[in-house]
């Protein structure tokens, strides 16, 4: 099953695909954000063209594990994602992606610039990982 995670952001929304056997993550270009519909555009096509099947989005949860208005925001953008679209969307705790991320990225070698710009979709192959290994295939 063909999987898509999202790191969405006011500024870029990261994006990361499973393999078509839904086994392993790998990041996509994330998004600008221009409009919303724009953003929802964009990931309409994309749903279409790689054949998704499921949607995971992060969920920016505090750590005491409430929520803030970051939370409250990606909570609406899933919820607006899923009347646009027939795959299902699931939300997934993503506390601590984006530092597990950026390590990887300096683990990896790339300079600050690269690493910010490769962030926010490391961030969604994090998110991504976890819930492929909470909800085997």
Same mark, same amino acid.
């Not at 078509?20 to 409009?35: H, K, N, Q, S, V």
């Not at 600050?112 to 819930?131: F, N, P, Y």
């Given at each position: 099953?063909? !999987?898509?995670?999202?790191?969405?952001?006011? =500024? +870029? =929304?990261?994006?990361?695909?499973?393999?078509?056997?839904?086994?392993?993550?790998?990041?996509?270009?994330?998004?600008?954000?221009?409009?919303?519909?724009?953003?929802? $555009?964009?990931?309409? *096509?994309?749903?279409?063209? $790689?054949?998704?099947?499921? =949607? !995971? =989005?992060?969920?920016?949860?505090?750590?005491?594990?409430? /929520?803030?208005?970051?939370?409250?925001?990606?909570?609406?953008?899933?919820?607006?994602?899923?009347?646009?679209?027939? *795959?299902? !969307?699931?939300?997934?705790? $993503?506390?601590?992606?984006? #530092?597990?991320?950026?390590?990887?990225?300096? $683990?990896?070698?790339?300079?600050?610039?690269? +690493?910010?710009?490769?962030? /926010?979709?490391? #961030?969604?192959?994090?998110?991504?990982?976890?819930?492929? #290994?909470?909800?085997? *295939?």
């Amino acid at each position: 099953m063909r !999987v898509l995670g999202i790191d969405y952001g006011q =500024v +870029r =929304v990261g994006l990361a695909l499973t393999d078509p056997e839904g086994r392993m993550a790998f990041p996509r270009p994330a998004l600008t954000r221009t409009t919303r519909d724009g953003l929802f $555009e964009a990931l309409k *096509a994309l749903i279409e063209a $790689e054949g998704v099947e499921a =949607v !995971v =989005v992060g969920l920016p949860l505090t750590m005491d594990g409430g /929520d803030s208005l970051t939370t409250r925001q990606t909570r609406n953008f899933a919820e607006s994602l899923a009347r646009r679209i027939t *795959a299902p !969307v699931h939300l997934m705790d $993503e506390r601590l992606s984006s #530092a597990a991320a950026d390590a990887q990225l300096k $683990e990896a070698g790339l300079c600050s610039r690269k +690493r910010k710009v490769r962030l /926010d979709s490391q #961030a969604a192959v994090q998110i991504l990982e976890t819930w492929i #290994a909470q909800n085997p *295939a």
